[in-house]
Each structure stands twice: as structure tokens, then as C-alpha cells.
């Protein structure tokens, strides 16, 4: 094994991954049988994007759009470039017999109603992230997607990004020691207030601004960290068994009823911890996990992951030859204690593709094949338990200790052990 | 660049223009906004797209107008990930990537993009032309150090530009390249379609607002201070004089100019603005020789369509471009060419004319 093998992405595997998922860019080859019509719950910003990434995929079609907010009719069907029926009650969408798949993209507090009562109609269902808004959310989605056997595949789609799958693998492989530290942070400089139609803001507000109102959101945590709390409970194995948090409103004191900003500490059942942080006042840190292991450290973003590897000391698990050595500072103002500023080495990960369009495509494969999508109701489970326990410890005040909350939890985090063990 | 005259800047690089007087903001596209004593505009920069996006908001309200910005340009963002070149996970990058070996499907907003830069590479006989990214990269103007290419790398380059490469199925939507190496190139409309994009979200807010995208894009909504938005047009050889004024109504403006990149060799200036049916970069010596276009402003609907018609009537020249411009409603353009003496102005339905030759 030379450092290469250590650092570098093998190109060959991860493009054939690529490939795989890649291979067919035309509609041309898709039998009639296996054309999928889609019907959306949730129009909005994120429904809208998912629409068109939906639509990127060879024999994908949009048949129905339900919002209950009307501009959202035309701004749908500007996006799927024709006359999609449009319907102002999901139960009217669920009825229509043109319908194979459901895309769920309503705000959190709703996700449970909609996402249950897709699954009912058997159909396919993509729901977004985070997978409820409660504890009791996430069981009910749960469940009701082993009673009825349906494809059901959460919108965590940075479990289909190659640069992550990699990580994990090389993580899984020990390849930066033992992990016992993740920190991550998706930091951002702006007020996180969509704007709301002039002289309709009485009326609007909650309704188009919902991430900011209790009743919906579960607020930064699981806007943002879902996606983060996915990752670190892969890399662990396991869901946390207790979290600590922090936060309020104390710079956009604008009526919103979510905090601001907000840290959670999640300890996990080996020792480990992941710390999050959540900012709507500065940008410098921006979106990223820091994955620290005892041989080494990796620093995912949303394009790239970037390796480093712990200077050779007795503790690192890496032999010194597969090292990228640390250009320590040197000199007489040397210190061990300084950051590291240097260059690890980059990673992209095979084919540069956008991760919706991965988790689109994976999830349009599993409809035709009946197979079960990665990113299924398990995985959607533990992210979105970790994300409504962690909001919990902040509403709360004090220490959560998740065994309180999940009768089963040593079992659920035995399972996913086991699942990511498999796969 | 956000003007700075008279104007407060608060900690989240927003600007609020209160000018003491009547003045006129200069802003690099060689539009100059008009701002008149008592008003009050809004302003933020964002950098996108390889330009700087200045959006200028008549709104009272703080929050609002933060919110406003903050949205415009998410949306401005979401465009430069689906239409970049340079971003290997964008869209168009995909396309590029496949649409050699067959048919590429692609979401309706990406083939109608693509499928009205193919009409208007028809209509303007290749002046614009959406496969142009080849012969840009040859010349340095794509992120590198522009220089004379050799002749044979001019000469690969040819091979692959031309839209008539360019195969589209509308009832597929699918993209296909006659060849492999082919590849698409949006520059010069994307940015357009952002702004469009842009006004049309604020249009739907409620918004009065004027969105200036770097160098060459200018588009307003709504009447900022009941007097509608007024631009000036500069005067290529000195930025600080204004040729004429113009009422941006339900029309939007683009100007393309030698000064925006270009570089000198052999005292000779060599501009981006490349004509893709002769591989030649535009050549002007401002202020030196007689009869080059220097600059070129068009006014049409929307602000996609004034892009891609600025460059090609650049390409095309006064008298060619005139005749192109015919095809396309509601559309005025504006030439002004380099003489021994200063510049001289020619119009196609420009409106005032008391400048023009």
C-alpha cells in the first residue's frame, strides 16, 4: 500500500461508480413500462429544485403538483415546462391514478402527515430531510414504511456524493486511526428570512417563512445538520446516547420564534463526540465536517474531501510511510501547538456530479427495481431521532439522554451498526 | 464595485445611497443610475458568475430588503451551479461531458436556455454562438492569460465550434453534439437569464428595484421613486461623461465593450468579444483608429436577449447588425465607433437620436 493508495481517490473505482449511475443519459432507451411519474406535495424552493433534478434523469415525468400556496401552480409549471395538473389538497394528488412516485418537500412539521399518506397510497416516496419533526414523527415514518413495503428513500443526499462514500470507506478502513472527534459547523452570514410579498406580510410570513416558526421547523439543526448527524452516526455506527446544546435568538431579533444560532455536543455510545455549530452571523467557516481520528484527519465540504495525516508520533495507527508530513512551522518559533495551515490532499471523488442529481437518480433506479434505496427509512430514522433529540436539549436546557426517549435505543444502534457494517 | 458616494455602509456590506444632491452613480457596466437628492436606494454586491452583481432595492424596510437580497442572490447562485463551465458538477459541465457520446436528457429550464442560444447562433448568422467556449479557452479568455494562440491550436479549435454541432430534441429534451470535444458555452446569456430571473422574483415581491450585473447587464422593476429608473450610457473613452440617458421600462440593457477583457500585443488590442465564424478576436485601438466599435449597448425585452444580442452586434458591426436586429421585436441597439477625432454614435431605433450620426 503506498501513500497514494492512502491519499488519493483510485479513480478507476469510484468512475465506475460513476459510471454505473451515469450510464444512461438518454430517455430513448427507457421501455415505456419503466417511464416513472412523479406527483409533488410541497412546491416550494426545495421542491422546486428536486423537480428539476428529477427531470434530469431519463424517463421521469412530473404529473401532479400540490401546494397550498397558489403562485406555486406557475412557478411549478415553469419548472416542469408544461401544464402539470396542479391540486391544493395532497389527498386530491394521492388519488390521481397518474402517479407512481411522491416527492414530499412541505416543511418539516408536516413530513410525517404527507409522507405517511403517500405510502398508504402505495406509492414510492421521496421525503426530504430531516425525517420528522418528533421523536413519535420519526416512528410513525418508520413504520409505516416497513408495514407497506414501499420505496421509501430520505433526502440525505450526501449519502450518494462519491467524495463521502469514500470517506467512509477509508474511515471504515482505519485509515485515520480511531475517530473520536467530529466537529462540524455550517456557518452562513445572512438572516435566513425569505422575503414575503409587499402588503401581504400579515398573511404570508408563517406560511412562506416557516423555518422560522416552532410549529414547523426544528430550526437550523435540522435545515442544516441533518446532513451532518447522518454522517457522523455512519461514521460511529451507532445513534448518539446523549446530547447537550446551546443557542437562542440573539442577533435576528425579528419576531422568529427558532434560535439564531445554536451548538449541540453529542456524545456517542464509544467515547465518541460530535460537536456542531450552527451561525447565521458569519461565513468564514462555512459548510463542513472535520473528521479527526488518532492517524489522521479528514475535512469534507460539499464539493471535495481534503486528508491530512497526524505527524508520526506512537499513538498514530498509520505506518509514517503512508504520512503526508505536516510542513510544520520550523524555525525558532517553532511550536507543536500551532493550527495546521498547510495543504492536505484533495479529493474530489471521482466524477464531479451535483449529489440531488445522484440521490434522484438512485431513487428513480430503486422504483424500477423495487430495490431499496441506501438512503432508506432506517438511516432517515436515526438522522432524524439525533436531530428532534438534540433540538430537544436546547428547548429543555439540560442533558439528553436518548435511552429515555427510544426504549430500544441500544438495539436501533446495534442495527445500524450492523447495516453499516454490510454495506 | 458598489458606488461609495455619500453613502453608509453597514456591517453586512450593505449600502444605503443618500445623496446630498442630484448625482449620478457611475457603475462599471457604463451605465451610470441617476439618484436624485432625498432618495433613498438600498444596495449589495454579490460576486457570481465570474461578475459582480449590484442589486439596488427602493425599500423602507431593512428586513425586507435584506430578506430581498439574500433571495436574489440565492437564485443568481443556483444559476452559476447549473450554467457554469468551470464547475464540474454543474449541469452544463454534464452536458458537456456526455452530450458527444448520444443524447443527454436535461430539465426544461436547461434546454430552453440551451435551445434559444441556438436561435439566436441561427438568427445572428454565428455572431453569437453557444459553442464559442473552445475558441475563448484558445484565446486565454476563459480564466487564463489571454494571448495569440497558435495556429494549431486555433485550428482544433475551429473544428469544434459552430452551433450547427449542436442537435436538440424538444420533444426528448435531449442535447447531442455532432462530435465529441464539442462544447457549449453560456456565457453570454446565462448571466442574462439571472438577471431575469432576479427581476422576476422581485417583480412577484412587490419590488422596485435595479440589478446591475457586472460589466455588461442592467435591468430594473418597478418605479423607484415614481420617476422610473434612469441609466446613462458612458462614453467608452472617458467612463466619466455620459453619451445619453435612458428609461429602463419593461426593457432591459447590455453593453459589450473592448475594455471589459482585452489585452495588447504588438500595439494592437485584442478583445474577448471573438467572432466565432472567423476564429479572429475583435481588434480596436480605442482612440487611434477610425471606424472600430468600441462599444455596444441594446435594449431589449429581457435581459438574456440583450445579452446575446450585444455580443453579436459587436461581432456584426453597425451596418450588418442593423439588418440582424430586424429580426428581433422590440430590440434597439446602440453602435458607437472609434474615429480619428473621439467616437461617433450610430442607432437602430435607439431611442433620441439627436447624437446619433
Redesign the interface.
Known amino acids: 500500500m503506498d501513500r497514494r493508495e492512502f491519499i488519493g481517490i483510485t479513480a478507476a473505482g469510484l468512475g465506475a461508480v460513476a459510471l454505473g449511475l451515469?450510464g444512461c443519459?438518454?430517455?430513448?432507451s427507457i421501455a415505456p413500462s419503466d417511464w416513472v411519474n412523479v406527483g409533488v406535495i410541497g412546491v416550494g424552493g426545495r421542491g422546486q429544485?428536486m423537480?428539476?433534478?428529477l427531470?434530469?434523469?431519463?424517463g421521469v415525468r412530473m404529473t401532479g403538483l400540490c401546494d397550498i400556496y397558489e403562485?406555486r401552480f406557475a412557478e411549478g409549471r415553469?419548472?416542469?415546462?408544461?401544464a402539470t395538473a396542479v391540486y391544493n389538497d395532497y389527498r386530491k394528488l394521492l388519488e390521481a391514478r397518474d402517479i407512481d412516485a411522491v416527492l414530499v418537500a412541505t416543511p418539516l412539521g408536516l413530513h410525517a402527515e404527507h409522507v405517511i399518506a403517500a405510502l398508504d397510497s402505495e406509492r414510492a416516496v421521496y421525503g426530504e430531510k430531516s425525517l420528522g419533526r418528533t421523536v413519535e414523527d420519526c416512528n410513525r415514518i418508520r413504520d409505516a414504511a416497513r408495514r407497506t413495503g414501499k420505496i421509501f428513500q430520505v433526502g440525505l443526499q450526501y449519502h450518494y456524493a462519491p467524495w463521502y462514500q469514500e470517506a467512509l470507506r477509508r474511515i471504515g478502513d482505519g485509515r485515520i486511526g480511531k475517530v473520536t472527534h467530529i466537529h462540524a459547523c455550517w456557518h452562513r452570514?445572512?438572516?435566513w428570512?425569505?422575503?414575503?410579498?409587499?402588503?401581504q406580510?400579515a398573511q404570508l410570513e408563517r406560511l412562506l417563512n416557516w423555518r422560522l416558526y416552532r410549529e414547523w421547523s426544528g430550526g437550523l439543526l435540522a435545515e442544516l445538520g441533518s446532513h451532518q448527524i447522518n454522517f457522523a452516526n455512519a461514521v460511529f455506527g451507532a445513534m448518539p446516547e446523549s446530547a447537550i446544546a446551546s443557542g437562542g435568538i440573539d442577533y435576528w431579533k425579528?419576531g422568529r420564534e427558532i434560535p439564531d444560532n445554536l451548538q449541540v455536543i453529542f456524545r456517542y455510545p464509544g467515547g465518541q463526540t460530535l460537536v456542531a455549530s450552527y451561525v447565521t452571523t458569519n461565513r468564514l467557516d462555512g459548510a463542513q465536517e472535520r473528521i479527526f481520528g488518532t492517524g489522521g484527519s479528514v475535512v469534507l465540504t460539499h464539493?471535495d474531501a481534503t486528508y491530512f495525516k497526524e505527524p508520526s508520533d506512537p499513538n498514530s495507527a498509520v505506518p509514517p510511510e503512508l504520512a503526508i508530513q505536516h510542513k510544520l512551522i520550523t524555525g525558532p518559533t517553532y511550536s507543536a501547538e500551532q493550527p495546521y495551515h498547510g495543504k492536505g490532499e484533495s479529493a474530489?471523488g471521482g466524477?464531479?456530479?451535483?449529489a440531488d442529481?445522484l440521490a434522484c437518480r438512485e431513487f428513480i433506479e430503486c422504483v424500477r427495481s423495487k430495490r431499496r434505496p441506501k438512503a432508506d427509512e432506517n438511516v432517515g430514522w436515526s438522522e432524524g431521532v439525533t436531530v428532534a433529540l438534540g433540538n430537544r436539549a436546547l428547548e429543555e436546557g439540560r442533558r439528553i439522554v436518548f435511552s429515555e426517549y427510544l426504549g430500544a435505543a441500544t438495539s436501533a444502534s446495534q442495527q445500524l451498526s450492523e447495516r453499516n457494517r454490510q454495506s | 464595485m458598489l458606488p461609495t458616494n455619500d453613502a453608509v455602509e453597514n456591517a453586512a456590506g450593505e449600502v444605503n445611497l443618500r445623496p446630498s444632491s442630484h448625482q449620478t452613480f457611475p457603475n462599471p457596466c457604463g451605465a451610470n443610475l441617476a439618484v436624485a437628492a432625498g432618495d433613498t436606494l438600498r444596495a449589495r454586491s454579490h460576486r457570481a458568475m465570474g461578475t459582480e452583481f449590484v442589486v439596488y432595492l427602493d425599500a423602507e424596510d431593512g428586513v425586507q430588503a435584506r430578506a430581498c437580497f439574500d433571495a436574489v442572490f440565492d437564485e443568481i447562485d443556483r444559476l452559476e451551479i447549473t450554467f457554469s463551465r468551470f464547475q464540474r458538477s454543474s449541469e452544463l459541465s454534464r452536458l458537456n461531458r456526455h452530450a458527444g457520446e448520444g443524447p443527454v436528457v436535461t430539465d426544461p429550464e436547461v434546454f430552453e436556455l440551451v435551445a434559444t442560444a441556438l436561435d439566436l447562433s441561427e438568427k445572428t448568422g454565428g455572431a453569437f454562438d453557444l459553442t464559442v467556449g473552445r475558441l475563448t479557452r484558445a484565446w486565454g479568455f476563459a480564466g487564463g492569460q489571454p494571448r495569440i494562440p497558435e495556429q494549431s491550436e486555433l485550428a482544433a479549435a475551429k473544428e469544434l465550434v459552430g452551433w450547427g454541432n449542436v442537435i436538440l430534441d424538444a420533444e426528448w429534451r435531449t442535447v447531442q453534439f455532432a462530435r465529441p470535444g464539442v462544447e457549449l458555452d453560456l456565457g453570454a446569456i446565462a448571466k442574462g437569464y439571472a438577471v431575469d430571473r432576479a427581476i422576476d422574483m422581485l417583480r412577484s415581491l412587490g419590488v422596485s428595484a435595479l440589478i446591475d450585473a457586472g460589466s455588461s447587464s442592467v435591468a430594473a422593476v418597478g418605479e423607484a421613486f415614481s420617476r422610473g429608473w434612469k441609466v446613462g450610457i458612458a462614453n467608452p473613452l472617458d467612463r466619466g461623461l455620459t453619451i445619453c440617458e435612458v428609461e429602463l421600462g419593461q426593457r432591459a440593457l447590455s453593453t459589450s465593450g473592448v475594455r471589459e477583457k482585452s489585452f495588447v500585443h504588438d500595439g494592437r488590442v485584442y478583445s474577448h468579444l471573438l467572432d466565432p465564424r472567423t476564429s479572429d478576436a475583435g481588434e480596436a485601438m480605442p482612440g487611434t483608429g477610425a471606424g472600430q466599435v468600441l462599444q455596444v449597448t441594446v435594449l431589449a425585452p429581457s435581459s438574456m436577449l440583450a445579452d446575446a444580442l450585444s455580443t453579436a452586434m459587436f461581432v456584426l458591426g453597425h451596418e450588418h447588425g442593423s439588418a440582424a436586429l430586424a429580426q428581433f421585436a422590440d430590440c434597439s441597439a446602440l453602435w458607437i465607433h472609434s474615429e480619428a477625432d473621439g467616437i461617433r454614435c450610430f442607432g437602430h431605433g435607439w431611442p433620441g437620436d439627436d447624437f446619433l450620426s
Do not use: I
Open positions: 451515469e443519459n438518454s430517455p430513448h429544485h423537480m428539476r433534478m427531470l434530469r434523469v431519463p403562485p415553469k419548472v416542469t415546462g408544461e452570514n445572512n438572516s428570512r425569505r422575503p414575503v410579498p409587499r402588503g406580510e425579528d464539493t474530489k466524477e464531479a456530479e451535483d442529481l
